[in-house]
């Protein structure tokens, strides 16, 4: 076949398709349908299918009067990111109230029950992340997870970091340590434009950035550029160079969440410096 020169031909023509492709990254993107089911009903729906190796991602809305069993992948960690209405979280004797934009990591493998009230519609993205046999390991050394039945915050409430490629008005948050969920990690950007987050790369994790109520602005990574409205998930593709852009009148507010390829990979969290947080109108 290789002394044949169509097979060259077509090796040629494949090679440079592949060259003139290489370095452009496509910003893949889904909007959260937002739309009340029915009464006492609840609605799933994947997000950017198999975008992310290991990693899936769907959207739940739960309209009240509703009691909802979350079933836990198994041989999988998952986070939950409340986004917008109220309800109670149920796990073991525990109750946590759920207000808009906090964060659950359930530290077991148990079922936990999710309460809606009548008139109430609840908003939530549930990330899975699949466990390799070196992550189980590692996560035996998480004290945080021997002490209570799942890490729950508010976003608000969680520490304030800055970075050199952010102003220094705006305000970043550490939503998810990296000690609850092996190579993960998440937070918050805040800031009102015009403003920016600078170009940067790394090619040491893969990223998702969630848009939260009132975010308006534009991520691009290398030679694309796509609007990010509130209310939207999208994947930053690995190893582009990547930043994000918010205008006059307008607000950024979003969440990252970061999948290291391995815990070596951590150490970039290093750039986030601890700091005590400014207001953002």
Same mark, same amino acid.
């Given at each position: 076949?290789r002394?044949?020169p169509?097979?060259?031909?077509?090796?040629?023509?494949?090679? #440079?398709? #592949?060259?003139?492709?290489?370095?452009?990254?496509?910003?893949?993107?889904?909007?959260?349908?937002?739309?009340? !089911?029915?009464t006492?009903a609840?609605?799933?729906?994947?997000?950017?299918?198999?975008?992310?190796?290991?990693?899936?991602?769907?959207?739940?809305?739960?309209?009240?009067?509703?009691?909802h069993?979350?079933a $836990? !992948?198994? =041989?999988?960690?998952?986070?939950? $990111?409340?986004?917008?209405?109220?309800?109670?979280?149920?796990?073991?004797?525990?109750?946590?109230?759920?207000? %808009?934009?906090?964060?659950?990591?359930?530290?077991?493998?148990?079922?936990?029950q999710?309460?809606v009230?009548?008139g109430?519609?609840?908003?939530?993205?549930?990330?899975?992340?699949?466990?390799?046999?070196?992550?189980?390991?590692?996560?035996?050394?998480?004290?945080?997870?021997?002490?209570?039945?799942?890490?729950?915050?508010?976003?608000?409430?969680?520490?304030?970091?800055?970075?050199?490629?952010?102003?220094?008005?705006?305000?970043?948050?550490?939503?998810?340590?990296?000690?609850?969920?092996?190579?993960?990690?998440?937070g918050?950007? #805040?800031?009102?434009? %015009?403003?920016?987050? =600078?170009?940067?790369?790394?090619?040491?994790?893969?990223?998702?950035? #969630?848009?939260?109520?009132?975010?308006?602005?534009?991520?691009?990574?290398?030679?694309?550029?796509?609007?990010?409205?509130?209310?939207?998930?999208?994947?930053?593709? $690995?190893?582009?160079?990547?930043?994000?852009?918010?205008?006059?009148g307008?607000?950024?507010?979003?969440?990252?969440m970061?999948?290291?390829?391995?815990?070596?990979?951590?150490?970039? $969290?290093?750039?986030?410096?601890?700091?005590?947080?400014?207001?953002?109108e």
């Amino acid at each position: 076949m290789r002394n044949n020169p169509q097979f060259w031909r077509s090796a040629v023509t494949m090679l #440079l398709m #592949l060259m003139g492709s290489y370095g452009l990254a496509e910003v893949r993107s889904e909007k959260l349908d937002m739309q009340a !089911p029915p009464t006492g009903a609840v609605r799933q729906d994947e997000l950017l299918v198999d975008e992310i190796r290991g990693v899936k991602t769907s959207h739940l809305a739960l309209t009240g009067p509703i009691s909802h069993v979350v079933a $836990l !992948p198994e =041989g999988c960690d998952s986070v939950l $990111l409340f986004v917008a209405g109220k309800g109670t979280l149920q796990a073991g004797q525990h109750t946590y109230d759920i207000d %808009p934009e906090s964060i659950a990591v359930p530290y077991s493998d148990d079922d936990f029950q999710i309460v809606v009230e009548r008139g109430e519609c609840l908003h939530c993205v549930h990330i899975s992340k699949q466990l390799s046999a070196q992550d189980k390991e590692d996560r035996k050394s998480f004290v945080a997870r021997g002490t209570a039945a799942l890490y729950f915050k508010q976003f608000s409430d969680c520490e304030a970091y800055t970075e050199a490629i952010k102003s220094p008005k705006t305000i970043s948050r550490t939503v998810l340590p990296k000690e609850h969920v092996p190579r993960v990690a998440m937070g918050t950007v #805040l800031t009102t434009g %015009p403003d920016r987050v =600078g170009a940067h790369e790394h090619p040491m994790l893969d990223q998702l950035f #969630l848009g939260l109520a009132k975010n308006q602005c534009t991520v691009h990574a290398d030679d694309d550029q796509i609007q990010f409205p509130p209310f939207s998930i999208l994947h930053i593709p $690995l190893g582009s160079s990547h930043g994000v852009i918010v205008e006059e009148g307008r607000r950024m507010h979003y969440l990252w969440m970061d999948f290291f390829l391995t815990k070596e990979g951590l150490d970039w $969290l290093k750039t986030h410096k601890p700091v005590e947080p400014i207001a953002v109108e």
